[in-house]
Nanobody, 124 residues
Framework: QVQLVESGGGLVQAGGSLRLSCAASGRTFSSYVMGWFRQAPGKEREFVAAISRFGGSTYYADSVKGRFTISRDNAKNMVYLQMNSLKPEDTAVYYC?????????????????WGQGTQVTVSS
């Protein structure tokens, strides 16, 4: 089992950057595929990015490709989401999630553990 705590959200102007962090508990962090999802008001939760267990593979939603970068540090039990060139449509609560699946997954149904979320607001 793993517990996840996100941080780093906030208010930023369009074109700006933020770095989200997710701290994981437990000694088996490298056993999990890690993902970031987001949910805007009135919308369903959507996939943003995911990274394989040892960081060798990443996958992004088309809407963030080229602007966001996911990374992880297994020694520190941390996963990050660097967000550049932010747009107002990136405004959402961002969630860190962990999946026991071997390969990268993009469906929220395949992630068993979730953080509480961190708010990102991008002003125009």
């Amino acid at each position: 089992q793993v517990q996840l705590v996100e941080s780093g959200g906030g208010l930023v102007q369009a074109g700006g950057s933020l770095r989200l962090s997710c701290a994981a508990s437990g000694r088996t962090f490298s056993s999990y595929v890690m993902g970031w999802f987001r949910q805007a008001p009135g919308k369903e939760r959507e996939f943003v990015a995911a990274i394989s267990r040892f960081g060798g593979s990443t996958y992004y939603a088309d809407s963030v490709k080229g602007r966001f970068t996911i990374s992880r540090d297994n020694a520190k039990n941390m996963v990050y989401l660097q967000m550049n060139s932010l747009k107002p449509e990136d405004t959402a609560v961002y969630y860190c999630a962990a999946s026991i699946e071997v390969a990268i997954r993009t469906s929220s149904n395949e992630y068993s553990y979730w953080g509480q979320g961190t708010q990102v607001t991008v002003s125009s």
